[in-house]
């Protein structure tokens, strides 16, 4: 079956222009993570969205960062104002967030590259 | 404040060695403690460990958790070529038991050399 996708998979933008990249979840799966990994770290926590709970914002490093998810699938993670530090690859997860130890196996996406000049 | 630790950053062997990837966690409410493979962009599953103790196996890759130690090792025996990647180490953050995100370790990079 279709696993999580992303889009674009490479974005190059200028300091200071607004990105948007999409995560298209796995079907029914109604956990949806959104990550950062910097070059040579681990992936960094930015976002989570579960159900129609408020989001757990906890991660976004600064309030240029942005997401949304409408009707419970689709996500759009929005960078304003771009810097050189935010580039990073973007990566994306679902998870079926049911209770219960299933809900910790989480799907990532192949992320998106964003290179920031 | 929660964190998981790996160790080392990376590691260069050469095929058919044999090799342990380390983790440890200091995790609030911890339940579970997750491998995944790096090799390109997405993190693909390895095995998910929850009790101490009992080793899970996947072809030549096996892990097992130790929760006295809050540790978890990963050991991929006979190594190929294709095992070169980033191996990370992850916990879910427990919010009164309800999982949350996952904390990432930095990572083990692994280079397997013909």
């Known amino acids: 079956g279709a696993g999580v996708s992303q889009s674009p998979s490479n974005k190059v933008t200028e300091k200071g222009k607004d990105v948007e990249l999409r995560c298209d979840p796995i079907?029914?799966?109604?956990?949806l993570y959104w990550y950062r990994q910097s070059l040579g770290q681990g992936l960094e926590f930015l976002i989570y969205?579960?159900?129609?709970?408020?989001?757990?914002k906890s991660g976004l490093p600064s309030d240029r960062f942005s997401a949304e998810r409408t009707g419970g699938s689709v996500s759009t993670l929005t960078i304003q104002r771009t810097q050189q530090e935010d580039s990073a690859v973007y990566l994306c997860?679902?998870?079926?967030?049911?209770?219960?130890?299933?809900?910790?196996?989480?799907?990532f996406g192949p992320g998106t590259r964003l290179t920031v000049l | 404040e929660d964190k998981v630790v790996q160790s080392p950053l990376s590691l260069v062997v050469h095929e058919g060695d044999t090799v342990t990837l380390n983790c440890s966690y200091e995790?609030?409410?911890?339940?579970?403690l997750l491998w995944y493979k790096q090799e390109k962009k997405a993190p693909t599953f390895l095995f998910m460990l929850?009790?101490?103790?009992i080793e899970k196996k996947s072809g030549r890759l096996s892990s097992i958790l130790d929760k006295k130690e809050l540790s978890s090792i990963l050991n991929i025996t006979a190594t190929q070529t294709g095992d070169s990647a980033i191996y990370l180490c992850?916990?879910?953050?427990?919010?009164?038991?309800?999982?949350?995100?996952?904390?990432f370790g930095k990572g083990t990079k692994l280079s397997v050399k013909p």
């Open positions: 997860a679902s998870s079926p967030g049911r209770g219960g130890l299933s809900y910790n196996e989480q799907f």
């Open positions: 079907s029914g799966h109604t956990a």
């Open positions: 969205f579960q159900g129609n709970s408020a989001p757990d």
């Open positions: 995790v609030t409410n911890f339940r579970s």
């Open positions: 929850t009790s101490s103790g």
């Open positions: 992850a916990s879910p953050m427990n919010y009164g038991g309800s999982q949350g995100n996952l904390i």
